[in-house]
């Protein structure tokens, strides 16, 4: 009916004037626009005589259920009415108010549709084109490149466009995770298809590589999220460049190892020149200790020349100065040999008793002991299956003996765990302190008795206390602060370097996980270290 009036003579023409005067949009559809007023083409920004033979779907979005139903099938009496949704010429939309209609097209149903061209839906379109307008501009000045995308990237900003090389036509023509990195390629492409599959999840900010035209490798920080456009899902991503960020904190990671590494070194080289400091003082107690044995041997060679001389060199004779020599030979190689182990790195981390390595340093620490005089006295509070209490007191019976007693010595299943050599050399560090507190006390005549150390261990809530005490008058309150700063001595130069405490607290606490404390006690200072307890399945039966 329409087509024949749109087709022929004087009374169409009259006719099309009179539709285009009343005010409202009209177009009817068949399959494709087949007839439209020009007050519909100006509605949705058309130019004149471009509506015609246009598809539907290009004038209505797809989710506009009720119109499509209505438009796309073959459709009898269909009357509703309602505002519908249209898709203008550069693609805002546009809620009108609208009639719609089934007539009757050269004996096939056609669908009339008429829409409301007046306000408030021309104020729509213009604060949908108006909205369109803040988008481009928000999009267009954005320091974040903006990218939409079904299977292909449908739309990018121009940050996006320059940070890529791409041109949006390019573009057009590529998936997404097309210019991804082989690294996160697999990564992006998944969440790119699960997001067309209609799947909705967050993904802020995180990292991925991407090779531009030119073939740079550029990081950027990407927020990505799923939409629905025209009906059907895509996926929309911002993204924001920090390759030069990324740049820089790799700069610093590189830094920051070598630094680390350099300090490890040096505190390699500061461990073992405190090794070297304490044991100084100690290889001169070893060359003492070594006097006597040493003429022992003298005077038995002296001895076994007069004898040979007075012809009484029988076999009898020869055993004892061989079983006497042997005794002081063996007694001078097990002192070396114990300096020798302790000077050794221990290789490994490992569990070991506190008498592992307290006895051994104990043992070396004698010599000092002995030429100053001291008494070393050890108390064990430590629960263990046996017993309760464990004493050892170290006592010198003779200038090159020491008399050890070890009493109700129970179960020895108290384990900590670290190096065992790096551990008795924080112990030896802190018995030289006390052996020279105690003998400058004895210098300046504010000691007056015999020096004593006397070593505690106890639990302190599942961990291991060991004190260790000494009577050398203590620490003036003012110094207690510095004195585990490296090089921090009171001594002269000769006799401390200030590294001893230092070491202490960085082998107890960075390689061990323990603590160290200070304080001074009724008599000097009290040192304590407390170290994580560790229990050993198969534990053997020890004994200090
Ligand atoms: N048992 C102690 N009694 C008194 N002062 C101590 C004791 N132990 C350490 N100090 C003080 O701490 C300082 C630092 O000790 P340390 O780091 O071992 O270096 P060094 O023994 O070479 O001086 C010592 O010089 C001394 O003043
Ligand atoms: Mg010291």
Redesign the pocket.
């Known amino acids: 009916m329409i087509g024949e009036n749109c087709s022929s003579g004087n009374n169409a023409a009259l006719l099309l004037s009179v539709i285009d005067s009343i005010g409202k949009g009209i177009l009817v559809f068949n399959g494709k626009v087949i007839y439209c007023n020009s007050a519909a083409e100006k509605a949705l920004g058309y130019p004149a005589g471009s509506l015609e033979g246009k598809d539907p779907s290009e004038i209505f979005p797809v989710d506009s259920k009720l119109l499509s139903s209505c438009l796309f099938e073959e459709i009898y009496d269909c009357e509703m009415g309602g505002e519908f949704n249209f898709q203008t010429a550069s693609g805002a939309l546009a809620a009108l108010k609208s009639e719609i209609r089934s007539i009757d097209f050269e004996g096939r149903s056609a669908c009339m549709v008429t829409f409301d061209v007046s306000s408030p839906a021309d104020k729509q379109v213009k604060k949908l084109a108006e909205t369109e307008q803040l988008f481009r501009i928000l999009t267009e000045n954005s320091f974040a490149g903006i990218y939409i995308y079904k299977d292909k990237y449908i739309y990018a900003n121009p940050e996006y466009l320059s940070k890529t090389g791409y041109s949006m036509d390019e573009l057009k023509q590529m998936s997404p995770w097309e210019l991804v990195h082989e690294d996160d390629r697999r990564f992006v492409k998944e969440n790119v298809l699960r997001r067309l599959a209609g799947e909705v999840f967050d993904q802020k900010y995180h990292e991925r590589k991407i090779i531009t035209k030119s073939g740079e490798i550029r990081t950027v920080r990407v927020a990505t999220n799923t939409v629905m456009i025209d009906g059907e899902f895509a996926g929309i991503g911002s993204t924001i460049d920090i390759s030069d960020l990324k740049q820089l904190q790799d700069g610093l990671e590189e830094k920051v190892r070598e630094e680390t590494l350099k300090r490890y070194e040096q505190e390699q080289l500061l461990v073992q020149q ?1 090794k070297l ?1 304490e044991m100084g003082a100690m290889l001169r107690s070893i060359a003492h200790q070594w006097k006597q044995p040493l003429s022992a041997v003298g005077m038995l060679l002296q001895d076994m020349t007069r004898t040979f001389s007075s012809g009484g060199l029988d076999k009898e004779y020869i055993d004892w100065v061989h079983d006497t020599a042997s005794e002081q030979i063996s007694y001078m190689t097990e002192t070396v040999r114990d300096f020798m182990d302790f000077l050794r790195p221990s290789k490994e981390r490992s569990l070991f008793t506190i008498e592992d390595a307290l006895w051994p340093t104990l043992k070396i620490f004698s010599h000092q002991a002995i030429s100053h005089e001291l008494s070393i006295e050890m108390k064990c509070g430590l629960k263990r299956d046996a017993s309760e209490e464990m004493s050892v007191r170290i006592k010198s019976v003779s200038s090159s003996n020491i008399f050890v007693d070890c009493e109700n010595c129970g179960r020895n299943d108290v384990y900590v765990e670290g190096y065992r050599n790096e551990f008795m050399q924080v112990l030896l ?2 018995f ?3 052996k ?2 105690i003998a400058s006390a004895k210098k300046q005549g504010t000691l007056t008795e015999s020096g004593r150390i006397t070593v505690r261990l106890a639990d302190l809530e599942g961990r291991i206390s060991i004190d ?1 005490e ?1 009577n ?5 309150e003012e ?1 207690i602060k ?5 090089y ?4 002269s130069s000769e ?10 607290r960085a082998i107890v606490e960075n390689n061990m996980g323990g603590e160290v404390r ?1 304080r001074n006690g009724k008599a ?2 009290v ?1 304590s270290i407390i170290l994580d307890r560790h229990m050993k399945s198969t534990s053997a039966a020890g004994s200090c």
């Not at 050398?472 to 003036?476: H, K, L, N």
């Not at 510095?482 to 490296?486: E, G, Q, S, V």
């Not at 006799?495 to 202490?504: D, H, K, N, T, W």
């Open positions: 405190s400091a560090n802190i030289n302190n006390a020279d507190a260790i000494d050398g008058g203590g620490i003036p110094l510095k004195i585990f700063d490296p921090f001595t009171t001594k006799q401390g370097s200030g590294i001893g405490l230092y070491m202490v200070v000097g200072a040192f």
